[in-house]
């Protein structure tokens, strides 16, 4: 069993800067890509950043120049640092990682329970 736990969110004001945490626990063998994702009432969840095992990092177009994805393999977490703020950052966010647990064979997406970011104008 695997668990990820996000923390961080929060409310932010437009133009500041918040950071996402995302800590994954349980039974690992190994940890793939991690990435973040949102999601608005109404609308689909759509990926916001991703990050390899090696560091290579992928953003959507809205995001790019303002966030940064990052990562501590051998903690097993995943940063998201939000900068320049916009109130259309406003979101549920959660954190998805591609795990191999001890004792299985493929890997599976795992996600975390999301955490509420709002930014004010």
């Known amino acids: 069993q695997v668990q990820l736990v996000e923390s961080g969110g929060g409310l932010g004001q437009a133009g500041g800067s918040l950071r996402l945490s995302c800590a994954a626990s349980?039974?690992?063998?190994?940890?793939?890509?991690m990435g973040w994702y949102r999601q608005v009432p109404g609308k689909q969840r759509e990926l916001v950043a991703r990050?390899?095992?090696?560091?290579?990092?992928n953003y959507a177009d809205s995001v790019k120049g303002r966030f940064t994805i990052s990562r501590d393999n051998a903690k097993k977490l995943v940063y998201l640092q939000m900068n320049s703020l916009k109130p259309e950052d406003t979101a549920v966010y959660f954190c998805?990682?591609?795990?191999?647990?001890?004792?299985?064979?493929?890997?599976?997406?795992?996600w975390g329970q999301g955490t509420q970011v709002t930014v004010s104008s």
């Open positions: 998805n990682a591609n795990v191999i647990t001890y004792g299985s064979g493929p890997a599976y997406n795992y």
């Open positions: 349980g039974s690992i063998f190994r940890v793939n890509d």
């Open positions: 990050i390899t095992s090696g560091g290579n990092t």
